[in-house]
C-alpha cells in the first residue's frame, strides 16, 4: 500500500519551517485575504514566493487555502490572489465557494482544485460529483467513518482527511452559529467559537457545562486502517497553533507512518503539546458520544503530574523546574506554581491549596524540539561525481535522480607532493549541513598527481548545490497558463408581482392544512429517513427537501423514495454538492446550505436555470447584487449546527452513536426539542432529530425564529418566500402563512408574530 502525504499546518513562517524539518511532505497555508483562518500571521504575496521555493526545493508540496465565501462585490479581489498564485505556483488550491472553483478553472486551467472540508463533503456521491467537475481531492468532511471513506476513495478523487487537531463539533460549511447569533461567520474565517462556550442542558439529562466542545482527534492508533481506506493525505489541524505544536506533532506522525510502534511516551508528547481533556478517535470507527466531549475544559488541560494538598505536593511524574506547572483547584482554577522534583517525592506547595498538578508545559520537550530546528533535515538525497584531471578544470555533477547540473571549478594543477586522497575529498563534498541536501552516494576520480585545495572543493560544492537548487524549483513551478478571466451567468428570471408563499415542514398533514389555506406550495421535509418510516410518506404535489448532512445508503435510499414517487413529486430541494451526483425527478431548486454567494457560483454549479436560495449569511443588499430567480426563507428556526454525534446522549456517557434507540424509547421524554441547550444569557436553542439507520445527525436550531414579517417590504425581489416551520403549531403555522401572503401582497405589517425573533444578516451591517 502507498505511504500517504503527510500534510502540516503553517500560519507563519516559523510554522512552515517546523513543519518542514519534522517530516510534512507538504504543508498547507493562507493568504493574507480570502482564507478562513483569519488569525493567523498568514503569508503575503513575497512570502508566498518564498514559502513555495523553499518547500519546492526540498521536494515538499504547498497548498493554498482560498476557502471562505466571496459575496459578489468580493469576486474583483480574486483577481489579486490569482496573480500571487501564478506567481507561487503551489501543487494545490483548499476552496470552498464554488465561484472560486469557477474562477480559478477559468484563470489559472493548470491549478489542482482541492474541495475544501467546508464543502461537507459526506459520502462517495459527493466525491464523485467532484471527480465529474474537474477537482483532484476531496477533503472530506471530519464526521466519516473509515467505509465511508473508502467508498469516496474508489471513486477515483484523492482523499484527504484529518489525523489530529480540533474538530469542530458540526460539519464545516454548514454552521451558521457564529454568524447568525454573533455576526461573526465562520465560513468567511471569523468564527467566534461557540461551541467552545458553556451550556446547560435541562430534562432527564441535566447538565452544565463545555456541552459542544469536542476533545481534539488523534487518529495515531488508526493509521494503518487509513491507509487501507484508500486515503491519501494525512491532514494536521492548527493554522493557529504554535511551531512548537506543529513540530511536536508532525513529527509524532512522520515516525509513526515510517514504521515507529505507538508508544505511551509518544501519546505523552501529543498530551502535553496539546489536549482538550485527553484524546478521541473521531467518528472513524463509530462516534462513541459518551467519549467524545471535553465538558469540563474547553482548553489545553496539560498532563497530570501529582496531587496537591495544602502543605504538600505528591508527583506522579519528574519535573523539571523550567515546566510550566498550575494547580487545578476543585472549581476548576488553574493556580500556576513554580517547583521540580522526582517521581514520588513530596514536595512543597507553593499554591497553599489542594487540587490535580498539571504540566502545561514540557521544558524539556520545547528544549528537544528548539534543537531539532535548529538544524536542517537533510531531506533531499543526492548523487556526487567528482572528476580532478590535471591540466583541467575540476568538475563537479550533482544528480538528485529527475534534475542534473554540473559545475567546472579551477584549473587543476600537478600536485608537487603527490595524489589526492580520495576519501578526504569525498569527506569534504559531504559536508552539506545547512543544506536541505545529504550525499548518499559520491563518485571521486582523480589523476594520481593532480592537486586541488579544499577551499576550491567546497566552492565546487556551493555553487553545484546553488545550481541544484534553481533547478528544483524551475522544475516544480512548470509552465503554467494564465487567462482573462470572462463572468458568464445565463440566468433565469421569473419576475413576479409578488413573491409566492413556500411552506416547509416535517409533517405532511400540515403542509397539506397550509395548502388549503393559502400557501402556494409545499416543502417536505424528511426528520425520519428510515425506510419503514419513508414508506408511509405520501409527497403528491409535494417538493421534496434533501437534508444536506446524509450518508452514502442514506441518500441512494432517498434518491429511490424520490423516483418511486416522480410522477406526483414537483421537484427537489438541494442542499449539498453530493447531492448533484445523482438524478432527480421535476425541478431543482438550490437551497441556502449551497453557501451561493456570488453569480460566478450559480454558474459553476449550473444554477443559472434554476430557483436558488441565496446564503443565508448575505445581506439584502449583496443578495440584490446575484441574479437570477431566487427564493428568500423569510420566517423560521435556521439551523445552526448540523451534528453527527447526540449531545444528550454525549452527557449521559452514552455508547455508540449509530446504535443508540433513546430517542425511540422516549428517554429524553416525547420530543427532543424540549430538551436543548440554555447558553449563559439564558437564550435556548432546541435539538431537531434526524432519524436514519446510519445514526441520527441532531440539528441545533437557534434560539429565536427568524421574522421578516414587519420589513418584508424592504426585501430584495424574489420569486418565493419560504417558512420553515419546526415546532410551531397548527393554528401558529395558518396565522404566519396568512400574514406572510398579506405581506408578499404589498400590505405593510408593523408586528411580528414572535415576541423575541431575529431578522438574521438581511440587514445588518456588514464585516
Not at 516559523?14 to 498568514?42: E, F, H, I, M, P
Not at 475544559?297 to 510550566?324: C, F, M, N, Y
Not at 431543482?588 to 450559480?602: G, H, T, V, W, Y
Amino acid at each position: 500500500m502507498t505511504k500517504p502525504e503527510l500534510l502540516a499546518p503553517a500560519g507563519g513562517w516559523d510554522c512552515l519551517v517546523a513543519a518542514v524539518q519534522s517530516g510534512a511532505d507538504a504543508v498547507y497555508l493562507g493568504g493574507k485575504t480570502l482564507n478562513a483562518r483569519r488569525g493567523a500571521a498568514n503569508f503575503d504575496a513575497e512570502e508566498l514566493v518564498r514559502a513555495s521555493d523553499y518547500l519546492h526545493e526540498r521536494g515538499k508540496k504547498l497548498y493554498v487555502t482560498v476557502n471562505t465565501l466571496l459575496k459578489e462585490c468580493e469576486m474583483g479581489e480574486l483577481e489579486d490572489t490569482a496573480e500571487q498564485l501564478y506567481r507561487a505556483r503551489p501543487d494545490g488550491v483548499i476552496v470552498q465557494d464554488m465561484g472560486v472553483c469557477g474562477f480559478f478553472r477559468q484563470v489559472l486551467p493548470d491549478l489542482r482544485l482541492h474541495a475544501s472540508t467546508q464543502m461537507a463533503i459526506s459520502n462517495p456521491q459527493g466525491a464523485l460529483y467532484l471527480k465529474q467537475k474537474g477537482f483532484k481531492r476531496a477533503v472530506l468532511a471530519r464526521e466519516m467513518l473509515l467505509e465511508e471513506i473508502s467508498a469516496c476513495a474508489d471513486t477515483g478523487i484523492e482523499v484527504e482527511v484529518f489525523c489530529h487537531g480540533a474538530l469542530c463539533v458540526a460539519y464545516s460549511g454548514l454552521c451558521l452559529f457564529s454568524g447568525m447569533v454573533g455576526g461573526r461567520s465562520g465560513n468567511r474565517g471569523a468564527c467566534a467559537q461557540p461551541c467552545r462556550m458553556e451550556y446547560e442542558a435541562g430534562g432527564s439529562a441535566s447538565a452544565k457545562g463545555f456541552l459542544l466542545s469536542p476533545k481534539d482527534l488523534m487518529a495515531a492508533p488508526l493509521l494503518e486502517k487509513l491507509v487501507r481506506a484508500g486515503v491519501s493525505s494525512l491532514k494536521i489541524e492548527g493554522r493557529l497553533k504554535k511551531p512548537e505544536y506543529v513540530a511536536v506533532v508532525t513529527s509524532a506522525y512522520r515516525r509513526l507512518l515510517d514504521g515507529e510502534e505507538l508508544s505511551e511516551k509518544l501519546v505523552d508528547e501529543l498530551k502535553q503539546v496539546f489536549n482538550r481533556g485527553g484524546f478521541t478517535q473521531g467518528y472513524f470507527e463509530g462516534i462513541k458520544d459518551g467519549e467524545f466531549l471535553s465538558t469540563i475544559r474547553p482548553g489545553h488541560q496539560g498532563v497530570a503530574v501529582g496531587k496537591a494538598e495544602r502543605r504538600s505536593i505528591l508527583l506522579s511524574r519528574d519535573v523539571d523546574r523550567g515546566d510550566s506547572l498550575a494547580v487545578r483547584n476543585e472549581n476548576g482554577e488553574d493556580i500556576p506554581i513554580k517547583l521540580s522534583g522526582k517521581a514520588g517525592e513530596r514536595v512543597p506547595n507553593p499554591a497553599k491549596t489542594g487540587g490535580s498538578v498539571y504540566r502545561m508545559q514540557s521544558k524539556a520537550l520545547l528544549d528537544a524540539v528548539s534543537e531539532r530546528l535548529r538544524r536542517e533535515r537533510g531531506c533531499v538525497e543526492l548523487s556526487a561525481r567528482l572528476l580532478i584531471e590535471t591540466g583541467k578544470p575540476a568538475l563537479l555533477t550533482l544528480d538528485d535522480g529527475v534534475n542534473r547540473v554540473e559545475v567546472r571549478g579551477e584549473q587543476v594543477l600537478p600536485s608537487p607532493n603527490g595524489g589526492m586522497n580520495a576519501e578526504r575529498l569525498e569527506s569534504q563534498l559531504k559536508k552539506t549541513g545547512g543544506t536541505p541536501y545529504t550525499l548518499v552516494r559520491t563518485n571521486v576520480e582523480a589523476d594520481a598527481n593532480a592537486y586541488i585545495s579544499m577551499s576550491a572543493v567546497n566552492s565546487l560544492r556551493r555553487q553545484a548545490l546553488e545550481r541544484i537548487a534553481q533547478e528544483r524549483i524551475q522544475a516544480a513551478r512548470g509552465n503554467w497558463t494564465k487567462r482573462a478571466y470572462a463572468a458568464a451567468v445565463d440566468a433565469r428570471h421569473e419576475p413576479q408581482l409578488s413573491p409566492r408563499i413556500f411552506v416547509q415542514a416535517d409533517d405532511t398533514m400540515l403542509l397539506r392544512r397550509l395548502l388549503a389555506e393559502g400557501a402556494d406550495e409545499a416543502v417536505y421535509f424528511p426528520s425520519d429517513l428510515r425506510s419503514d418510516a419513508l414508506e408511509k410518506v405520501e409527497t403528491e404535489g409535494m417538493f421534496l427537501y434533501l437534508p444536506p448532512v446524509m450518508a452514502g445508503k442514506t441518500l441512494d435510499k432517498l434518491n429511490r423514495f424520490a423516483i418511486d414517487r416522480a410522477s406526483g413529486l414537483k421537484g427537489v430541494y438541494i442542499s449539498n454538492p453530493g447531492q448533484l451526483a445523482l438524478d432527480w425527478p421535476g425541478e431543482k431548486r438550490f437551497d441556502f446550505s449551497m453557501n451561493i454567494a456570488n453569480n460566478a457560483a450559480l454558474a459553476f454549479l449550473g444554477a443559472g436555470e434554476c430557483v436558488y436560495t441565496p446564503s443565508i449569511e448575505l445581506t439584502s443588499r449583496e443578495i440584490r447584487q446575484i441574479e437570477g430567480s431566487r427564493e428568500l426563507v423569510v420566517y423560521g428556526r435556521v439551523p445552526l449546527m448540523h451534528l453527527r454525534h447526540c449531545p444528550l446522549n454525549a452527557i449521559r456517557g452514552g455508547g455508540l452513536h449509530r446504535e443508540c434507540r433513546a430517542c425511540d424509547k422516549a428517554r429524553y421524554g416525547k420530543r427532543l426539542s424540549e430538551l436543548g441547550f440554555t447558553d449563559r444569557t439564558g437564550a435556548r436553542f432546541p435539538f431537531r432529530r434526524l432519524a436514519a439507520d446510519e445514526g441520527c445527525v441532531i440539528d441545533l436550531l437557534n434560539s429565536v425564529p427568524l421574522d421578516l414579517l414587519s420589513r418584508a417590504g424592504e426585501l430584495p425581489e424574489s420569486c418565493a418566500w419560504r417558512l420553515l416551520f419546526s415546532d410551531e403549531d397548527e393554528t401558529t403555522a395558518i396565522r404566519l402563512t396568512g400574514a406572510f401572503r398579506e405581506a408578499a401582497s404589498g400590505r405593510l405589517i408593523q408586528n411580528n408574530f414572535s415576541e423575541k425573533y431575529t431578522t438574521g444578516h438581511y440587514f445588518r451591517i456588514t464585516e
